[in-house]
Structure formats: C-alpha cells, structure tokens
T-cell receptor, first 114, second 114 residues
Framework: KAGVTQTPRYLIKTRGQQVTLSCSPISGHRSVSWYQQTPGQGLQFLFEYFSETQRNKGNFPGRFSGRQFSNSRSEMNVSTLELGDSALYLC?????????????FGDGTRLSIL | AQSVSQHNHHVILSEAASLELGCNYSYGGTVNLFWYVQYPGQHLQLLLKYFSGDPLVKGIKGFEAEFIKSKFSFNLRKPSVQWSDTAEYFCAVNADTGRRALTFGSGTRLQVQP
C-alpha cells in the first residue's frame, strides 16, 4: 500500500507570493491533516479535513487555508507569504477523524521563503 | 488545552546503553498517546501507541513505553540502543478519544555513538 504522498518536495518562493501544496492520503484513508514543522515551534497542527469539510483547525492566521476533494486528496494554500512561513509542511492521513487510530505522515514539502 | 512536554532536548548515548526519554502531558480527560520517530531524511513513523488497557506498551524495534496516569507521563524506553536509533523522537497526545488534534512535544534528538 502506497504511503502518504506530498508534492512538491521542495519549493522556493518570495515574500508576498502564494503557494499550493498537495497531499494524497493512503488509499482508504478519508481524513487528512496538515502540520507545520519548524525548529523553533516544532510540529503544529494546521487543520484536518474529512468528506471535503474542515473538521478541526489550529491556531494559524487565515492566510493558511485548505481543501479536500472527493477522492480525499487535499491541498493547502498559503497566501501573502512571509519569511516566517519557511517550514516543513507535513500531511498526515488516517481512516476517519475522531478516530484513535494513529496518523500516517508523508515526507513533507519544504517551503523556503526568500 | 492539551500540551506535551519533552524535557530532554538532546541525548547522546553510546551503543548498548539504555534509553529513557521523558514525556509529560497536561490534560485531565481521556487521552491517546503516541511516540513517533523521525530518522534523518525520512518521514515521521509511528513507534508505538497507547489507547487503553495494559499501561506498558511495546512497539517496533524493541521500544516500549509506560503510561503512568497519576504522573501524566508516557516515557519511552529501550534497554540497549543501536547506532541506527539515531533520530528525533516525538511524543504526541490526542485527547477526547481523537476528537482533538494531535499535539506534539518539542522532540528529543537522540545521537547514538558507535
């Protein structure tokens, strides 16, 4: 079974631009979560999607948004990029939200803002 | 709000030494507990999980963890580490049987010297 796939692996953007990251969950998993990983703040939850609806949201500004498609694939968008948005963005999937099953993580997209 | 503390930020051990990494969480209700490992250049992988039942749980690669409810702790142990255990270890909590997002500790970087 293929794991969680994130594309692209690396991105370089400049301040003020916007970016879209993509995530394909493990086959059969319908819940997708996004996390931001930085050396200073560690791993922080962004949001979780299930059935094309956002089910849970972390404490990030509205510049961070996401969506989920009917095939459970998810995209995350960050608008008006700031230097502080440089991070590794991780996607994780599990069978259902509100489940005690562990999340499975992708390799991440490393976003660098110049 | 739930939170997770990992007190050891960087641990250096020699091969065959015993390992114990501390993890404490703050949440008064029911929790699910996880340890994830991130090997250099790889994605986060689940080491072990605790939902209920026997507080001593065994995971992959010889790791185990003990849930002590009275101490709000979930410490990770391994009797004899190997050079290949060099990685970053994250403790994570998921409260209310999964209704809340996964909250991670800041991580512990383990360096095993041959």
């Amino acid at each position: 079974k293929a794991g969680v796939t994130q594309t692209p692996r690396y991105l370089i953007k400049t301040r003020g631009q916007q970016v879209t990251l993509s995530c394909s969950p493990i086959s059969g998993h319908r819940s997708v979560s996004w996390y931001q990983q930085t050396p200073g703040q560690g791993l922080q939850f962004l949001f979780e999607y299930f059935s094309e609806t956002q089910r849970n949201k972390g404490n990030f500004p509205g510049r961070f948004s996401g969506r989920q498609f009917s095939n459970s694939r998810s995209e995350m968008n960050v608008s008006t990029l700031e230097l502080g948005d440089s991070a590794l963005y991780l996607c994780a999937s599990r069978d259902l939200p509100y489940s005690n099953q562990p999340q499975h993580f992708g390799d991440g997209t490393r976003l660098s803002i110049l | 709000a739930q939170s997770v503390s990992q007190h050891n930020h960087h641990v250096i051990l020699s091969e065959a030494a015993s390992l114990e990494l501390g993890c404490n969480y703050s949440y008064g209700g029911t929790v699910n507990l996880f340890w994830y490992v991130q090997y250099p250049g790889q994605h986060l992988q689940l080491l072990l999980k605790y939902f209920s039942g026997d507080p001593l749980v065994k995971g992959i690669k010889g790791f185990e963890a003990e849930f002590i409810k009275s101490k709000f702790s979930f410490n990770l142990r391994k009797p004899s580490v190997q050079w290949s255990d060099t990685a970053e270890y994250f403790c994570a909590v998921n409260a209310d049987t999964g209704r809340r997002a996964l909250t991670f500790g800041s991580g512990t970087r383990l360096q095993v010297q041959p």
